[in-house]
C-alpha cells in the first residue's frame, strides 16, 4: 500500500514557475513507477509526465514538453514536477500517482494510487 501527499500548488502569473512535490509513503517507493496528471474544470484528467520505475525513463505530454521536469528523490520518498514558462492553460489540479509494475505510464488507468491533489492557478 502506498500513500501519496502532493504539495506545492498556488497561484502564480504566466511565465512562472512552481514545483509540485509528492510525499510517498512505503519502504519499496524506489521501485515504483510514478506520474501526474491534471484535471481542469470540466475536463478530463489528463497525463502531465511520467517516469519509470528505475527512474531512467521520463515521459511528458506534448503540451508540457520542455517546459516540465519529473524527477525523484528516493532518498526521501518524493517525486518532483518542476513547472517553468507556465501558461493560464496549465490551471488545473495536480494528482500524482503511484504503480508498482515495472514500466513507464501514460494512462490513469495504469495506476493503483493516487494523492488528493493540489490546485495549480496561472493568472494571464
Known amino acids: 500500500q502506498v500513500q501519496l501527499v502532493e504539495s506545492g500548488g498556488g497561484l502564480v502569473q504566466a511565465g512562472g514557475s512552481l514545483r509540485l512535490s509528492c510525499a510517498a509513503s512505503?519502504?519499496?517507493?524506489?521501485?515504483?513507477?510514478m506520474g501526474w496528471f491534471r484535471q481542469a474544470p470540466g475536463k478530463e484528467r489528463e497525463f502531465v509526465a511520467a517516469?519509470?520505475?528505475?527512474?531512467?525513463?521520463?515521459y511528458y505530454a506534448d503540451s508540457v514538453k520542455g517546459r516540465f521536469t519529473i524527477s525523484r528523490d528516493n532518498a526521501k520518498n518524493t517525486v518532483y514536477l518542476q513547472m517553468n514558462s507556465l501558461k493560464p492553460e496549465d490551471t488545473a489540479v495536480y494528482y500524482c500517482?503511484?504503480?508498482?509494475?515495472?514500466?513507464?505510464?501514460?494512462?490513469?488507468?495504469?495506476?493503483?494510487?493516487w494523492g488528493q491533489g493540489t490546485q495549480v492557478t496561472v493568472s494571464s
Open positions: 517516469l519509470s520505475s528505475g527512474g531512467v525513463s521520463t
Open positions: 500517482a503511484a504503480d508498482w509494475r515495472v514500466g513507464i505510464f501514460h494512462e490513469w488507468v495504469d495506476y493503483d494510487y
Open positions: 512505503g519502504r519499496t517507493f524506489s521501485t515504483y513507477a
